[in-house]
């Protein structure tokens, strides 16, 4: 899911990252409304308070909700700049990062929040703030990595997307488009995925609190480890592979000449099937 990069990526890929980190979201922002009543998935909503509570003239809830806007731009700041920044790291390793940053962040809110928190205004605030700040490095990697076709956290966006998929694919000239299909069966995909990850979401903090979190950190665990697990059962394969092992035999010189030349004609023929 995130070692592959933009033009790289196949649609499979975008569907798997989607429906994954679709599904934290909605749980994120579900939990949020229950437990803060914010939303912290997307600052649309944040941005009409903003102005709201300036016109009001309330400078503390202006400042407070400057602060939870900066941390969804700081975290997409943030994630794109490891992105760019970190290399000379492998892909996975590139893009893992930002993931790992979430997982850490959403499992000291779940800790804090299960342990000791008391319901005040100023815990409230910062809480949110915490959220914010991972979805904005969660939307700004998936965005990233996936050229733009897979946002999780920006619902607004995707029903806009999604009501002119709609109205092209009801037009028989634009039927048959592979893209146009693609498309479509990614954005309901995460539509579908981020309304699960809400009621799930919903359902686990009514019954367990803040440990709705820890549920929240082991999905993205599964982005995490997915592509560990692909990359060591390949090397498995290829430890097991009979055209691998001669090939490394080869190399080592472990060989009389005659028994070389025939590994390099299996290795030939292996090659050329």
């Known amino acids: ?24 979201a909605g749980m994120v922002n579900v939990a949020s409304v229950i437990a803060f009543f914010a939303f912290t998935s997307n600052v649309t909503g944040h941005m009409a308070i903003f102005s709201e509570e300036i016109v009001k003239g309330h400078w503390h809830q202006v400042i407070i909700v400057f602060l939870w806007l900066f ?3 700081f975290g997409a ?9 970190f290399d000379k790291f492998n892909d996975y390793l590139r893009h893992a990062l930002p993931v790992i940053l979430e997982v850490l962040v959403l499992a000291v809110i779940g800790f804090y929040g299960d342990l000791y928190y008391m ?28 050229g733009g076709a897979v946002k999780t956290t920006h619902v607004t966006g995707l029903f806009t997307d999604l009501g002119m998929e709609i109205s092209m694919y009801l037009n028989p000239k634009f039927r048959t488009n592979k893209e146009l299909i ?6 309901f995909v995460i539509a579908g995925f981020y309304f699960s990850g809400g009621l799930l979401g919903g359902f686990l903090f009514l019954q367990f609190g803040f440990k709705v979190f820890y549920a929240v950190c082991i999905v993205l665990l599964v982005v995490l480890l997915y592509d560990y697990y692909k990359l060591i059962k390949y090397k498995f394969l290829r ?8 090939l490394i035999l080869l190399k080592k ?4 000449p005659k028994e070389k030349k025939k590994l390099a004609e299996e290795i ?3 090659r050329n099937p």
């Open 1 to 24: 899911m995130l070692r592959k990069y933009r033009s790289q990526r196949s649609l499979k890929h975008n569907l798997q990252l989607a429906g994954t980190t679709a599904t934290a």
């Open 71 to 73: 941390a969804f731009l």
């Open 77 to 85: 700041f943030l994630s794109n700049y490891i992105l760019l920044t």
């Open 119 to 146: 319901e005040t205004l100023r815990e409230t605030e910062y809480l949110v703030l915490g959220l914010l700040f991972a979805m904005g490095l969660q939307n700004s990697l998936v965005a990233t990595i996936s």
């Open 182 to 187: 693609d498309k479509l069966r990614l954005h």
């Open 239 to 246: 430890k097991s592979d009979t055209y691998y092992k001669n």
């Open 253 to 256: 010189g472990q060989k009389t």
């Open 268 to 270: 030939i023929k292996r």
